[in-house]
Nanobody, 127 residues
């Protein structure tokens, strides 16, 4: 059974930092691209960041570039999202996901192309 479990969310003041982690099990996720997406209340889910299977390439939404960093540890089947200089507009439920159609040097920013999802972790940034 595939499981993806996020951790690390919480409440932080603006300009603060948080680090999210997502531990995957039940499949060899190290072969595939992974990503982080988020959904704010009343809004559609949006892409945040993605990383190729090797961690050699990453891709970020413009809104988080130079503030967020995605990385992965395939030995631990875990993907991380370091979030710095947080803003109130970063408040959302953050989801990790894996796209089994994306191996090698490929990854995706489209949520419909991710196949497995975690349950989400709430990040709240106060002003």
């Amino acid at each position: 059974q595939v499981q993806m479990v996020e951790s690390g969310g919480g409440l932080v003041q603006a300009v603060g930092s948080l680090s999210l982690a997502c531990a995957a099990s039940g499949r060899t996720f190290s072969n595939y691209a992974m990503g982080w997406l988020r959904q704010a209340r009343g809004k559609e889910r949006e892409f945040v960041a993605a990383i190729t299977w090797s961690g050699g390439s990453t891709y970020y939404a413009d809104s988080v570039k130079r503030r967020f960093t995605i990385r992965r540890d395939n030995a631990k089947s875990t993907v991380y999202l370091q979030m710095n200089s947080l803003k109130p507009e970063d408040t959302a439920v953050y989801y990790c996901a894996v796209g089994i159609r994306f191996s090698g040097a490929t990854m995706t920013s489209r949520d419909v192309e991710y196949d497995y999802w975690g349950q989400g972790t709430q990040v709240t940034v106060s002003s």
